[in-house]
């Protein structure tokens, strides 16, 4: 595979992300990101790789509405990004469950934030408990539950917002890897099911080459597009048909 010259996709005509020419400085000047372009199409599922600080996660920040870009636009279905949004959810590397709420509430909250949770609200939410093979865990706690399974509630919990863009933030970065492959075949099923647009920053290029349709490249701070690389891989995958193409996708830069 050879890096495309840019990160938009020819055909695409509708996006759920687009930014242009997005830049972000901290105070104290430090500049994070500079001039990057990308556009994710509803449905893709697109990787961010980079060296650490290059500006990866500021980026999602961005998208999400955390932080205002200092140059440039930033828009998710063609609306800028002046804030939060609902239709936007955000994953960290951590599950950020509340402790004191079994993981049924945790799956529930995003709904609960916004209105009274209703039956059909609780059927969904136990599917997607199921789905992540967690349907007899649904009464508990998080400290009765291993890293890799209150991970999974996150999962769930992101499923239950119904965010049309899906972004996630070395989601797996600090479970064994056993338990992270597990894990991104659960984000595999979970996203060859819907059309939401899904944008992951890792560090770690085999799991970029599993779950992507194309991985982007950047470059040490300030960040930019060093390169965008397809990833010729047909759905369904499976962790071993990405590894028969993995070579061709170049070495991890960090």
């Known amino acids: 595979m050879s890096p495309t010259s840019s990160p938009e996709p020819a055909t695409v005509k509708r996006t759920a992300v687009r930014l242009r020419g997005v830049g972000k400085r901290f105070d104290g000047g430090v500049e994070a990101v500079k001039n990057v372009d990308l556009s994710v199409a509803p449905g893709e599922f697109v990787s961010i790789v980079g060296t650490s600080g290059c500006g990866k996660s500021t980026l999602l920040r961005v998208i999400a509405g955390l932080v205002p870009s200092s140059d440039g636009t930033a828009e998710v279905h063609g609306e800028p990004v002046t804030g939060p949004r609902e239709d936007v959810g955000l994953m960290f590397q951590r599950p950020a469950l509340l402790t004191w709420k079994t993981s049924l509430e945790n799956v529930l909250l995003p709904i609960r934030v916004h209105r009274r949770v209703t039956a059909d609200d ?71 099911r819907t059309e939401s647009a899904t944008v992951l920053v890792t560090h770690t290029i085999a799991e970029a080459v599993l779950l992507s349709d194309r991985v982007v490249v950047m470059t040490s701070r300030p960040g930019t597009v060093a390169a965008v690389v397809p990833v010729p891989l047909e759905r369904p995958r499976s962790p071993e048909t990405a590894s028969r193409r993995r070579a061709g996708c170049g070495r991890s830069p960090t």
């Open 122 to 192: 609780i059927r969904e939410a136990m599917r997607l408990l199921a789905l992540f093979d967690l349907d007899d865990f649904e009464h508990s706690f998080p400290q009765q539950l291993s890293g890799g399974m209150q991970q999974r509630v996150a999962l769930a919990r992101l499923m239950m917002t119904g965010a049309g863009v899906r972004l996630l933030d070395e989601p797996f970065g600090a479970v064994d890897e056993l338990t992270r492959e597990t894990l991104n075949l659960h984000l595999l099923r979970i996203h060859e």
